[in-house]
């Protein structure tokens, strides 16, 4: 079992930052990859970036250059860093983990961009 608990959702004006995190219940070093998700009313969830236990870091095209992922092992902890943020970057956004082929969700953190 792995339980992940978000922090860091918000509201911020369209231009502006924020950084979620999602600390894991056990240490990360043994999760295959950790990633963001985000689910905006009406849509399905959606991958937003993922970052894997080789280093290995993808981005969604919608984020890419905007969203930084970030892990730190020893704090069993991965942040994401969401800059020049947009209105359609409004949604809930989920830490997931792939724990032995086996995923894991946060409760979820609220983001909201207003123009």
């Known amino acids: 079992q792995v339980q992940l608990v978000e922090s860091g959702g918000g509201l911020v004006q369209a231009g502006g930052s924020l950084r979620l995190s999602c600390a894991a219940s056990?240490?990360?070093?043994?999760?295959?990859?950790m990633g963001w998700y985000r689910q905006a009313p009406g849509k399905q969830r959606e991958l937003v970036t993922v970052?894997?236990?080789?280093?290995?870091?993808n981005y969604s095209d919608s984020v890419k250059g905007r969203f930084t992922i970030s892990r730190d092992n020893a704090k069993n902890t991965v942040w994401l860093q969401m800059d020049s943020l947009k209105p359609e970057d409004t949604a809930v956004y989920y830490c997931?983990?792939?724990?032995w082929g086996i995923g894991y969700w946060g409760q979820g953190a609220q983001v909201t961009v207003s123009s």
């Open positions: 056990i240490s990360i070093v043994s999760i295959k990859a």
């Open positions: 970052i894997i236990d080789d280093g290995t870091i």
């Open positions: 997931n983990a792939d724990f």
